[in-house]
Structures are given as C-alpha cells and as structure tokens.
C-alpha cells in the first residue's frame, strides 16, 4: 500500500482542531497542536452531520451514528481514479450542504487532502479555483493546500487532470 502521509513537513502543527471554512464546511486533522506546542488528537464526535476522512485511524470518530465516509489517499501525485474519487467526495460534500448540513473534511493535519476536497466543493459551487484555494488558505492555514500538485490540479480542472494522468505510464 502506498503511503498516504507525507513525514518531511516544513510547516508547523495546526492550531485548531478544525476551522469553517464557509458556513457548514469544516476543515480539520486527526491531530493539532495545543499552545504549549504538544501535538494532540483530534476526535470527531457527534458535531458534524457527515465527516469525510481522507486518512483514518481508529478511536479518532466521529459517532457512530454520523454519516463517514473514508477515502485514504496519499498526501503526494494523485493517480486518475484518486481524482475521480474526489471529485465524488466533493459532489457528496456539496449535496450535504445543499441540504442544510454540516460536513466535517479531515485528513491528518487537515492542510492539503482535506483542502483538495473542500476547494473543490468551492468551485463547485462557482467559486474560482484560485479564490478557492486562497480562502481554505486563509481560513484554516497558510501551510493549507501547500503540496503544489493539488494546486495544479485545481487549476487545470480535476476531470482535465485525471485525464492527463492517466495517459502517464505507471512510475
């Protein structure tokens, strides 16, 4: 399996254990860091009506009864399906929000995975790519949306990018 985090960050922990990015749509991790610097876990409970959760551990939530959806994806180069994937989870997202509920996007530190997702609910919902990516930025972090491939990927369009990638051979 490939590895789905990346170890060589450059950026600090997150402050929060998640921030609103507009009304209803959470950003967040499985872990932040308290103000004496001490990295703590992040558990969801019962404040979100859907968590997305592109990494996962267990005893991190959310309730049982609250709709979770899991896509472990790497924090690096998406293959084609992968983007596909989150375009379904950005879809999903949307149509939560459409519905009046709160939805909860997480990865491990709630910067880049969860970004690629919720800047792509924004565009979906007519927002520039470039707007979108700034937003989630200044929002949750600067250090949000920071691996430059999701970035590109934005920019070109999920569906234009899956098909790029997909006509490159296997590495």
Not at 32 to 45: I, K, N, S
Not at 120 to 131: D, H, S
Not at 132 to 151: C, D, G, I
Request: proline share 8%.
């Amino acid at each position: 399996m490939r590895r789905t985090r990346q170890r060589d960050r450059e950026w600090p922990g997150p402050q929060s254990p998640w921030d609103e990015i507009v009304p209803r749509l959470w950003m967040g991790g499985h872990h932040w860091t308290d103000p004496a610097g001490e990295l703590r876990p992040v558990v969801a409970g019962s404040e979100f009506d859907l968590v997305i959760s592109l990494y996962s551990r267990s005893g991190h939530g959310p309730d049982a009864h609250v709709d979770h959806l899991v896509r472990e994806m790497p924090d690096g180069p998406l293959t084609a399906a992968e983007l596909h994937g989150v375009e379904d989870l950005a879809r999903t997202g949307v149509s939560a929000l459409d519905k009046g509920l709160t939805v909860l996007v997480r990865c491990h530190s709630g910067y880049n995975r969860s970004g690629l997702v919720i800047a792509q609910m924004l565009i979906e919902r007519g927002l520039p790519a470039g707007e979108a990516v700034a937003l989630v930025r200044e929002r949750r972090s600067p250090a949000a949306l920071s691996n430059e491939a999701f970035t590109s990927y934005l920019s070109a369009g999920l569906g234009v990018a899956a098909l790029l990638v997909g006509l490159e051979p296997p590495g």
